[in-house]
């Protein structure tokens, strides 16, 4: 079975900030890893992915997440907050053929000027 | 290219009813998979479709089914609806049945029981 707690329901950083946000995994079999950002009434868009290639992976709008096997973890990075950056967050597991995606719970994060 | 398109975007039924939600995945996709996000439980995972075959399904009740079609576009069905089943529901497609793959995901259908 795979699972992914995400530490934090709600973040709150400033405007030009660093944003952190925390993935922690487990998974049995080498993993593929998800970071998803929704804004409200809207569906999932993905921010980035891990597939087993390099273990610092960028994605889109400046954010970043680093693959560390020896923790479990796969937080989301990103230099500089945005307003726009406000959202939620969720972080996601999969492997081997399966589609099927393990979420957690979600980190709202909030801007603040 | 359009994206995962889903209709009706919203539905409003009463307890017993039944609902069919509709999902058109990206052109050339071919795995659709159904998520159920609500305020309680988060995204949970119902089940996903290739090649018109189920592959893998959730921990759900029978009252939710699902099928895909030979163009790829997939349906599921929420049978006795309860109150409990108000949710967002989301549709993914990804270009293979493969974990690599990414997801691309619609809007979702907002369903809410009365």
């Known amino acids: 079975a795979q699972s992914v707690t995400q530490l934090g329901s709600h973040v709150s950083v400033s405007e030009g900030a660093l944003v952190l946000l925390r993935c922690n995994y487990s998974?049995?079999?080498?993993?593929?890893l998800f970071w998803y950002v929704q804004y409200p009434n809207q569906g999932l868009q993905l921010l980035l992915k891990y597939t087993s290639a390099a273990t610092l992976v960028k994605g889109i709008n400046g954010f970043e997440a680093e693959f560390k096997k020896s923790e479990t973890s796969f937080h989301l990075t990103k230099p500089s907050a945005h307003m726009s950056d406000a959202a939620e967050y969720f972080c996601a597991v999969t492997s081997g053929t399966a589609s099927k995606l393990t979420f957690g719970t979600g980190t709202r994060l909030q801007v603040t000027l | 290219k359009a994206g995962v398109t889903q209709t009706p975007r919203y539905l409003i039924k009463t307890r017993g009813q039944q609902v069919t939600l509709s999902c058109s995945p990206i052109?050339?996709?071919?795995?659709v998979s159904w998520y159920q996000q609500t305020p309680g439980q988060g995204l949970q995972f119902l089940f996903e479709y290739f090649s018109e075959t189920q592959r893998n399904k959730g921990n759900f009740p029978g009252r939710f089914s699902g099928r895909q079609f030979s163009n790829s576009r997939s349906e599921m069905n929420v049978s006795t609806l309860e109150l409990g089943d108000s949710a967002l529901y989301l549709c993914?497609?990804?270009?293979?049945?493969?974990?690599?793959?990414?997801?691309?995901f619609g809007p979702g259908t907002r369903l809410t029981v009365l």
């Open positions: 998974s049995s079999v080498p993993p593929y």
């Open positions: 993914a497609s990804s270009l293979r049945l493969a974990g690599a793959d990414t997801q691309y």
């Open positions: 052109s050339g996709h071919r795995s």
